[in-house]
């Protein structure tokens, strides 16, 4: 199945996910989306994932995080930059998501960073999706 925007279409199945409370999704592989799913996990959203192979092609089994009263760690997600209106942002435009307490996801010329990486060293770049 082609997609017009995976990114989007990787925070829609986490979102949906978060809402019937399951363990896990699968998610069609990419290099980039397995980036940010490694930043999610650096940052304490999901517990974890791994990549596994069918017979046609590679998937991403992503294990969510909840809490010990059976809530979702991930507050909120949001898609930033959409195809038909890419959002780049200047290293003085950044600013913290929610003061600090979620998580950007910029795209750089050095890789995907977070926003608190690209405030430290002075970087810009697309800004890709916010997480809480």
């Known amino acids: ?26 998610i069609p592989y990419s290099k980039m989306k397995e980036r940010i799913l490694e930043i999610f996990k650096n940052e304490g959203y999901i517990k974890s994932y791994r990549i596994t192979t069918d017979q046609f092609r590679k998937n991403l089994v992503v294990y969510l995080k909840y809490t010990h009263d059976g809530s979702s760690v991930i507050r909120g997600l949001e898609k930033v ?9 200047k290293p003085k435009n950044i600013r913290p998501v929610l003061g600090g307490v979620g998580t950007g996801v910029v795209s750089t010329s050095s890789g ?5 990486h ?11 999706c916010k997480i809480w």
């Open 112 to 116: 995907l960073k977070t926003v608190k």
């Open 1 to 26: 199945m082609n997609t017009t925007d995976p990114i989007a279409d990787l925070l829609t199945r986490i979102r949906n996910i978060m809402i019937v409370k399951r363990d896990e999704v699968i």
């Open 81 to 89: 930059s959409v195809p038909g209106r890419r959002l780049y942002v």
């Open 118 to 128: 690209c405030i430290r060293e002075n970087i810009g770049g697309e800004y890709i």
